[in-house]
C-alpha cells in the first residue's frame, strides 16, 4: 500500500515536472459569443494547452466560466492537476460551454503542493467539500493529483491509458479473454501490480479498459475512488456470481436491476438507506446484447458482501437475501454500483453464475476451469456490444441527468434531449 508520501510511478519525474514551481504561465481567455462553431474545438485545445502548461511549470490550473444565461450561478470555476490526464473530457465539457455562449479563462492557479506537506494531506479530505455547490469539478486538485497517482501505482499503467469505457473484474481469465480479443493491448509496465490494468485504446480514447480488481469490497472501492477522477463515459462490472435461484445453471448471467449493500465499505459516506440503481441506458444496452447473443439470464437484485465465508454463519445473510429477493451474491458489484453513484459516472453489473451455494453446488476447484473456458469469452463480449451501442448513440457519452442534482457540478456527461 503506497503512503502519501510516496510517489510511486512519479507523474513529476516522468512528464519532466520541475522540482520547484517556474514562472505562472499567461492566462488564455476564449469568449463563446465571439467563436464560430467551427473554431470551438481549436479553442478548447488551447484552453487545455494552458492548463497543462501551467502544470508543466509546476503550479495548478484553474477555470474560470462566465455563463451570461444564468441567474442564479454565473459564475463557476475549479482547479485541476495534471490535466493532460482528462483531456478528452476536458475538451468535451468545454466545448459545449463555449457553443452555449460561455466565457472562458484558463490560468494557472497557485504552486503545487509535494504529497508530504501537512497542507497537502488536509486538502485531500472530501467532506470539506461542499458538493451541494455548483462547480467544475468534484474533486480538489489535490485529490485529483494523488488518484492519478495511484493508478499508475495500483494498475501498472499510467492514468492517461485509461479509455472512456472501463470495466472491472474480480477473475483474471476476462484479462485472458481481453488479451485474445486485442492482442495489442497496452498492459502493465511490471509485474506484481495490485490491480493490473490491460487498454484497448483508439484515437479518439472511446476505447476500453480493462481492470483485474481481484476479489473483494476494498479493492472495488480502491479502483473506483481513483479510475472516478478520469471521468469515465462507463463503469460495468464483469465478474461471477453465485446463483441464488432454483432454476438458475452454471453459465446463466444476472444483470443486476439494483443492489443490497453489505459490503460494509462506504456505509458512513453513502447511507444504506439512499438507492443505488444501475443506469438505466447502459442496462438496456445490456440487456440487448443479451437477447441478442440468445442468452440465458435473469434480472435482479445483486446482494454484495464482505464475508467471502458468509456459508458459514448463514442466517442472517440468508434472511437478508430473502427478504430483498436477491437473485446473485458477489463481493464488489454493489461497491462499485455506489461508488458510481457517489461519483457521478453510469455504471451496471453483467455477472455469471459461477456456483449455486443455496442447491448443493458451491464453488469447487474440479470443474472450475472447464465453466470459466466456457464463459469468459461470452461474458466480455457481451460487455463489448453493450459499449458499441453506447457509442453508436451516444458518442458524447450517456446523459447524466438521473445521476447529478440540480446544485451538482455540471461536468459529467451532456444533457438529455
Not at 261 to 268: K, P
Amino acid at each position: 500500500m503506497s503512503s502519501i508520501h510516496t510517489r510511486g510511478d512519479d507523474a513529476a519525474r516522468d512528464e519532466g515536472r520541475p522540482a520547484s514551481p517556474g514562472a505562472p504561465t499567461a492566462p488564455v481567455t476564449v469568449d463563446g459569443t465571439r467563436t464560430a462553431p467551427a473554431d470551438v474545438d481549436a479553442a478548447t485545445e488551447r484552453l487545455v494547452t494552458a492548463l497543462a502548461d501551467a502544470d508543466a511549470a509546476g503550479w495548478y490550473g484553474a477555470l474560470e466560466v462566465e455563463r451570461p444565461w444564468s441567474t442564479h450561478n454565473p459564475h463557476l470555476d475549479g482547479e485541476f492537476a495534471r490535466a493532460s490526464a482528462i483531456r478528452r473530457y476536458l475538451c468535451r465539457e468545454l466545448a459545449g460551454l463555449l457553443h452555449a455562449g460561455a466565457r472562458i479563462t484558463a490560468r494557472a492557479s497557485r504552486p503545487q503542493p509535494p504529497f508530504d506537506d501537512p497542507a497537502f494531506f488536509s486538502a485531500l479530505d472530501e467532506e470539506r467539500v461542499d458538493t451541494r455547490s455548483k462547480k467544475l469539478f468534484l474533486f480538489s486538485p489535490e485529490r485529483m493529483a494523488l488518484s492519478l497517482d495511484r493508478i499508475g501505482h495500483y494498475t501498472g499503467t499510467p492514468a492517461t491509458s485509461f479509455q472512456r469505457h472501463v470495466l472491472f473484474t474480480n477473475y483474471a481469465m476476462h484479462v485472458d479473454a481481453f488479451c485474445e480479443r486485442f492482442p495489442d493491448a497496452e498492459r502493465p509496465a511490471r509485474e506484481g501490480v495490485q490491480m493490473p490494468a490491460f487498454h484497448h485504446r483508439t484515437e479518439d480514447g472511446d476505447g476500453v479498459s480493462l481492470v483485474n480488481i481481484g476479489v473483494g469490497p476494498a479493492n472495488a472501492k480502491t479502483a473506483t475512488d481513483h479510475v472516478a477522477v478520469l471521468r469515465p463515459d462507463t463503469m460495468i462490472m464483469i465478474g461471477h456470481c453465485g446463483g441464488l435461484r432454483n432454476h438458475q445453471q452454471k453459465g446463466d448471467f444476472v444483470l443486476a436491476t439494483g443492489y443490497q449493500r453489505a459490503d460494509h465499505v462506504l456505509d458512513e459516506v453513502l447511507p444504506l438507506d439512499v438507492p443505488v440503481v444501475p443506469n438505466h441506458r447502459l442496462n438496456s444496452f445490456l440487456l440487448d446484447a443479451l437477447q441478442k447473443a440468445g442468452m440465458t439470464y435473469r434480472l435482479g437484485i445483486v446482494h454484495t458482501t464482505d464475508n467471502r465465508d458468509w456459508e458459514f454463519t448463514q442466517q442472517a445473510t440468508l434472511a437478508a437475501m430473502r427478504v430483498s429477493r436477491s437473485v446473485a451474491v458477489d463481493m464488489e458489484s454493489a461497491t462499485i454500483a455506489a461508488n458510481g453513484f457517489r461519483y457521478r459516472v453510469p455504471h451496471a453489473t453483467l455477472l455469471c453464475v459461477s456456483d449455486k451455494p443455496l442447491h448443493g453446488s458451491p464453488k469447487l476447484a474440479v470443474g472450475a476451469q472447464e465453466f470459466y473456458e466456457a464463459s469468459k469469452r461470452h461474458h466480455l463480449d457481451l460487455a463489448l456490444d453493450a459499449l458499441d451501442a453506447v457509442r453508436r448513440e451516444h458518442p458524447e457519452g450517456l446523459p447524466g441527468q438521473e445521476i447529478r442534482a440540480v446544485d451538482e457540478p455540471l461536468f459529467g456527461g451532456p444533457p438529455d434531449l
